[in-house]
């Protein structure tokens, strides 16, 4: 848990120094564009895992030199990790966190367990997944915890939420290292080559959109309905 100036800055250095860095944004809910807003963000790997806190209502962080710091080693990893990643990048990116012209891989473990799951349409949630692939105490959860969640998010005090945070950044790195193990063996590295490519494409759509040429659509729309009234 980081809440202190010599914690914050033990905790950058040891994640500057890694190669990948797992990520998990904690947020006030989901329409982070408009209303909702970034509590805090979980780091680390399978070795460490840090809660940095932002604004809980018993916290809040106003430091910019360390908010640009942060942001600093956030984009500079090579390498960002998550589960359902396009979220926590927007949430990073919308509070000033991320710099998406950096050159960096982002590995979204998602798709990937939709590569392995062979049911249809399975329950892909974090929280599904770590019950189906991990076992023991890594998918049980602060039952207190729960019951803050059911009332509002927002209301768990900044520590409990650092206990939640990092078990998540903990559980995705221990997913992507079996995950690791299972497309190899079911040799299925270029379509995950293939999924971890589109992650950043596909960010870059649900931020600007798709455009779309009006007169090329309608011209096809008149050739499908001549060939419908054929």
């Not at 040799?187 to 649900?206: F, H, K």
Request: net charge neutral; glycine share 4%; charged share 25%.
């Amino acid at each position: 848990l980081i809440d202190s100036d010599a914690a914050f800055n033990e905790a950058l250095e040891w994640c500057a120094g890694q190669s990948y860095l797992v990520v998990d944004t904690e947020t006030s809910g989901l329409q982070i564009r408009t209303s909702d807003y970034l509590m805090g963000i979980g780091l680390g790997t399978n070795k460490k895992q840090f809660y940095f806190p932002i604004q809980h209502f018993d916290y809040k962080e106003n430091n910019k030199f360390k908010l640009d710091r942060l942001r600093e080693t956030i984009s500079s990893c090579k390498t960002l990790i998550g589960h359902n990643i396009k979220f926590d990048l927007s949430v990073l990116y919308y509070a000033g966190l991320l710099d998406i012209e950096k050159k960096q891989k982002w590995i979204d473990i998602l798709p990937l367990a939709r590569l392995l799951v062979s049911e249809k349409l399975p329950d892909l949630d974090l929280r599904s997944v770590v019950a189906r692939f991990l076992v023991g105490s890594r998918n049980r959860y602060d039952s207190e915890f729960k019951k803050l969640i059911k009332k509002k998010f927002a209301s768990a005090p900044y520590k409990l939420t650092g206990i939640y945070c990092t078990n998540d950044v903990l559980c995705e790195s221990e997913i992507l290292e079996l995950f690791r193990t299972m497309i190899k063996a079911r040799e299925l590295s270029a379509i995950t080559n293939i999924e971890i490519d589109l992650t950043r494409v596909l960010w870059n759509m649900e931020q600007t959109g798709l455009a779309v040429d009006v007169s090329c659509t309608n011209n096809m729309i008149n050739q499908i309905n001549a060939l419908c009234n054929e």
